[in-house]
């Protein structure tokens, strides 16, 4: 299996939901990521793991809550999103070190009504 | 903050000829530059990783070169066919060890005409 699998493919909430993106890999990655992409903006990092421990955390609002329960489950938990959190919520894994490239999922498409 | 610029933004090229676009990154502090191509509706498929001054890698009719002394990457695509159109993104990094996120350019948009 070499794919990032992310769920759901789209997803429409209010701002008042509860709701989680779910992201598997079973490439034995050790590194995975989060990331955000606006329409006409490139990809910008909110959260790494390694080794299932959070490493970076891009100063990120709480409104997202990422959690990794085992080395191959990322979740990204969102709660009171606004609208302007419309977006392409990609996740990626990568093995750890200099010359890995990384492993990107399909995204899910957010929209917060 | 970190900017990885990429030029041109789009780029139409008739089916047969070649074409290269070019990714520029902060020279200080590299660590490893990555290309990826991005077709709508898909999900970023990794080109390239490249490391070293002066790394070349090709891959089939693409290619890279990478110069970290100045901060610049060229991407070539030689003999272009309809299948190349997509979104070429340049991505950058700088810490070592662990896991670092990467930083992308805004993309060249290939449109490759029949």
Not at chain 1, 2 to 20: I, W
Not at chain 1, 65 to 94: F, I, K, R, T
Not at chain 2, 55 to 64: C, F, N, T, V, Y
């Amino acid at each position: 299996d070499t794919e990032v699998t992310q769920t759901p493919k789209h997803l429409v909430m209010g701002m008042t939901n509860k709701k989680s993106l779910k992201c598997e890999q079973h490439m034995g990655h050790r590194a995975m990521y989060w990331y955000k992409q606006k329409a006409k903006k490139p990809p910008e990092l909110m959260f790494v793991y390694s080794y299932e421990k959070l490493s970076i955390n891009e100063s990120v609002p709480s409104r997202f809550s990422p959690e990794c329960p085992n080395s191959s489950l990322l979740n990204l938990h969102l709660h009171a999103l606004q609208p302007e959190d419309s977006a392409l919520y990609l996740c990626a894994s990568s093995q750890l070190g200099q010359s890995y490239g990384y492993t990107f999922g399909s995204g899910t498409r957010l929209t917060v009504v | 903050i970190l900017n990885v610029e990429q030029s041109p933004q789009s780029l139409h090229v008739q089916e047969g000829d070649s074409t290269n676009f070019t990714c520029s990154f902060p020279s200080s502090n590299f660590y490893a530059l990555h290309w990826y191509r991005w077709e709508t509706a898909k999900s970023p498929e990794a080109l390239f990783v490249m490391t070293l001054n002066g790394d070349e890698k090709k891959k089939g009719r693409i290619s890279a070169t990478l110069n970290t002394k100045e901060g610049y990457s060229y991407l070539y695509i030689k003999g272009s066919q309809p299948e190349d159109s997509a979104t070429y993104l340049c991505a950058f990094t700088y810490s070592g060890g662990g896991a670092d996120g990467l930083t992308f350019g805004k993309g060249t948009h290939l449109i490759i005409q029949p």
